[in-house]
């Protein structure tokens, strides 16, 4: 067992052994993604990044990691009776696929303003969908039904140890694939990836700085770090629509005491580093997978003596699920 790991997981519910255990169980079935780099973003960024690509991730986004952790844990019996979740995003096709590998149902609570292509993806791999209100109410009430006519097991978006423990294994890869990384800068929404990202890093190396990148519009961590407990906003505004949930009981310690800094970033900021992913990267990302490059050119970033020796910086870009439509339409016109 590795050092204070049984401390770490009385704590958090979450420990490197924890995401060890995920990464031995979760490796027959996920991509190990590749880190890219480049020479321009470098001279623009004045360090050395280092790009994680969960772009590249089976269903398209990290969340594959967890959902794919969690669904291959349950014993089975409980397996047999399926899985539920309520999900507008990647997790809910994170789950879908997941559960299609192993071979059980997975019924996926979606709010009927969803956007298509995320629906599609439900149902690309066997998802089953229930259609609920936008509302958190009605996406709650709908899945507590559909639990109690199935008796399928409901699988948090982030508030789960199995998801944390899973998400995590992206630190022991990235840190396995470039040696010498002193600063991991990660998407913040619900905390499920930068959670376990902290607590396998810092595991590993207590000295890695943990920097959260979050959109203003969506700037609930940020106010919980400065006021020292949960901050829920009443509403986000924001292009980065996978990064508009509110921290959990279990994701919230560990963003407390792990992530050294919050950076916040303006929607203006996240679309001009998206753009540089397609032009200088040539992969695809999500604003939201873009935000980690859109934080680390911030001059909130640039300007900050505390961040003078972060020189080699992994950025994780989460995720390149989006609808295409509205590209298409602005390079070809009407």
């Avoid at 629509?241 to 560990?254: E, H, K, N, Q, Y």
């Amino acid at each position: 067992m590795e050092p204070n790991s049984e401390m770490t997981k009385e704590k958090y519910g979450v420990d490197i052994s924890s995401i060890r255990e995920a990464q031995g169980r979760i490796d027959p079935y996920i991509h190990k993604t590749p880190v890219f780099t480049s020479g321009s973003l470098n001279d623009m960024s004045r360090r050395k990044l280092f790009f994680k690509c969960e772009c590249f991730q089976k269903g398209g986004a990290f969340k594959f990691r967890g959902a794919c952790n969690a669904i291959f844990s349950l014993n089975k019996d409980q397996a047999d009776k399926g899985v539920v979740t309520h999900s507008s995003g990647n997790h809910a096709a994170a789950l879908a696929l997941a559960a299609d590998l192993r071979d059980i149902p997975a019924y996926v609570v979606i709010p009927n303003n969803a956007p298509n292509c995320k629906i599609q993806n439900v149902i690309r791999y066997s998802g089953q969908i229930i259609y609920s209100q936008p509302t958190l109410q009605s996406r709650e009430t709908t899945t507590a039904r559909i639990m109690q006519e199935t008796g399928a097991f409901l699988i948090h978006p982030y508030n789960d140890v199995r998801i944390i423990s899973g998400q995590g294994t992206i630190a022991l890869e990235l840190l396995e694939q470039v040696q010498e990384i002193d600063t991991i800068i990660v998407p913040i929404s619900g905390g499920g990836l930068i959670s376990g990202v902290a607590l396998a890093a810092k595991s590993i190396n207590p000295s890695i700085r943990i920097l959260a990148a979050e959109p203003c519009g969506a700037n609930d961590a940020a106010l919980s770090k400065a006021a020292g407990e949960i901050v829920k906003l009443p509403e986000t505004n924001t292009i980065a629509d996978g990064l508009r949930a509110s921290l959990g009981s279990l994701t919230w310690p560990v963003v407390r005491d792990l992530v050294d800094a919050v950076i916040t970033v303006e929607d203006q900021e996240i679309v001009e580093a998206t753009k540089l992913c397609y032009e200088v990267l040539k992969v695809v990302v999500e604003p939201s997978g873009a935000i980690g490059l859109a934080a680390v050119l911030s001059d909130s970033f640039q300007n900050n003596p505390a961040w003078k020796d972060c020189n080699r910086i992994g950025i994780v870009l989460s995720g390149g699920n989006l609808d295409l439509g509205a590209l298409w339409d602005s390079i070809c016109g009407p």
